[in-house]
């Protein structure tokens, strides 16, 4: 097999781009692995506070203030004894009214 100058030198550039190749590739997959760690880190970072202390979900700081009081809210149960069958409650206003 004949193997001139210029051909040398082809093969010789082919596998230093090949080399660079993967080099970059490395350099990428190094770089996205980075990446998910730290995100991972926060990730966790996040749903250990979450877990913990409520959050303010503008900016993502600890809200310490509202920790008690959002849960101090008490929602009444409405009665249903006055309601008919025929209709709801609203009936019933409206029957007493006329």
């Known amino acids: 097999m004949v193997v001139t100058k210029r051909k040398k030198i082809m093969m010789k550039v082919r596998k230093i781009m090949k080399r660079n190749m993967t080099l970059k590739k490395k350099m990428m997959k190094l770089k996205k692995m980075k990446l998910n760690k730290k995100m991972m880190k926060w ?56």
């Open 43 to 98: 990730k966790k970072k996040m749903m250990k506070l979450r877990k913990t202390k409520k959050l303010n979900k503008k900016n993502y700081e600890v809200d310490e203030e509202n920790d008690d009081e959002d849960n101090d809210e008490v929602y009444e149960d409405y009665d249903n004894d006055d309601d008919t069958d025929d209709g709801g409650w609203w009936d019933n206003e409206i029957a007493e009214k006329i």
